[in-house]
């Protein structure tokens, strides 16, 4: 969840590079790219990603490591993915959430998944209300075993919380400053392991409501 957007992806290549390998490697890249952007929370009917390559069929030999296509296959599909963020409806805001510390990949990811599409969360942002409380109950909702006394949450510089307590040297005058930014990251360290994910999301407007609740489908 999100499951990628509503949006038609096509990326085209002549590398060299085998089918059966192209289909592993898009999931690996969409997982790290598509899957983990949000506008709304929603999915869509209308997700599809391809990845066509035109190399063997023009007779090149195939690519005997194909680490370099692939990096450079995920920094693409990354830029593009943050594309649909920064153009979602009435999205003023482009938020990073990095987290890290976490005990598996897929625990940094759900913890990450729960930031972006919390309406309260991203009226937050919105607001310019650097509302830790809200990012942190998030965090709770997400299912992810947690321990609040483990928990690092910066915004971009600003040091929010730790050690189960706000910092004593935070004032909510240096969140909103942060929040008041068209982009900026919120940081979270969970203490619990070694890994790390990133999500993209944006804010939720009075535009987001003006545009999706004048027309019909």
């Excluded at 729960?114 to 299912?143: E, M, Y």
């Excluded at 982009?183 to 392991?193: A, K, N, R, V």
């Amino acid at each position: 969840h999100p499951n990628m957007a509503t949006m038609l992806g096509f990326v085209a290549t002549d590398a060299p590079v085998a089918a059966a390998d192209l289909k592993t490697m898009l999931k690996r890249v969409a997982n790290r790219s598509f899957n983990c952007i949000s506008v709304d929370g929603d999915t869509s009917t209308n997700d599809t990603l391809y990845l066509l390559s035109s190399g063997i069929g023009l007779g090149y030999a195939p690519l005997a490591d194909t680490a370099l296509f692939e990096q450079a296959l995920t920094e693409l599909c990354i830029e593009l993915a943050q594309l649909i963020v920064r153009d979602g409806e009435g999205v003023s805001k482009f938020v990073t959430i990095e987290v890290n510390g976490a005990a598996s990949e897929n625990d940094a990811r759900t913890v990450g998944r729960a930031i972006a599409v919390s309406p309260l969360v991203k009226t937050a942002f919105a607001g310019n209300d650097a509302n830790w409380g809200r990012i942190l109950s998030a965090v709770g909702n997400s299912g992810v075993a947690i321990d609040t006394n483990r928990i690092t949450l910066s915004a971009d510089d600003v040091l929010m919380f730790e050690n189960g307590n706000l910092h004593p040297d935070y004032s909510d005058a240096m969140g909103m400053a942060v929040f008041a930014n068209p982009e900026f990251t919120i940081t979270l360290d969970l203490g619990m392991g070694s890994e790390s994910a990133t999500i993209w999301t944006g804010d939720l407007t009075h535009e987001y409501i003006t545009i999706n609740a004048e027309y019909r489908t």
